[in-house]
């Protein structure tokens, strides 16, 4: 019988789609009935409906987008009878090794454990971000002000200014889609 896999995702700038985009893309190839949602605009699926679950949001201001949080929320006692559960974020810190372990730790496996998870069964990770700089970026003027500001006085933040800056690690994105294919096949 084919599992089906659902992944819902908070967006700001498009980073966590993509990723949700890949993520569906592995799956599907692995023979997987994959849905993908953006819980800000898609209405939300009966969870009882898919084997797995991915949630993924993406990070501004420290915070996770509200709608994501809230699907979390909404749905914790219906997801902790899920054999799989996965969550993730793409976040500006975790583009830093320096900072990587720390975003790993305040914005997915803080989630997790306050909403009453075991850590150690749930599959996690924190990706890097995407700093659109360029003129036809989806960011607002005041925060593409501020991350050309970095970009320009701080060296150390690898962020070009005026363009596009992907600095997610995107071998360490397709790991994380095969290993949760592995699990989920394995159910």
Sequence with gaps: MTKSVLIAYGTRFGSTEEISSKFAEIMR???????????????????????????????????????????????????????????????????????????????VQKIITDLGFDLNKVMHEAFGGVFDLSNTSKMGWLDKKFSNMAARDDESSNLTENEYNDLRDWNQIQSFANEATTRILQL
Excluded: C, H
């Excluded at 997987?32 to 501004?60: C, E, M, Q, R, Y």
């Excluded at 749905?75 to 372990?101: C, D, I, M, R």
């Design 29 to 107: 190839n692995n023979a997987l009935d994959t849905t993908v949602i953006n819980v800000k605009k898609d209405k939300w699926p009966p969870l009882d409906d898919f084997d797995a679950v991915l949630i993924g949001s993406g990070i501004k201001m420290g915070k996770w987008t509200k709608e994501a949080k809230r699907f979390f929320k909404k749905n914790v006692k219906t997801l902790k009878e899920k054999s799989f559960l996965a969550v993730f974020v793409s976040s500006g810190e975790a583009s830093y090794p320096e900072k990587y372990q720390e975003a790993k730790e305040k914005y």
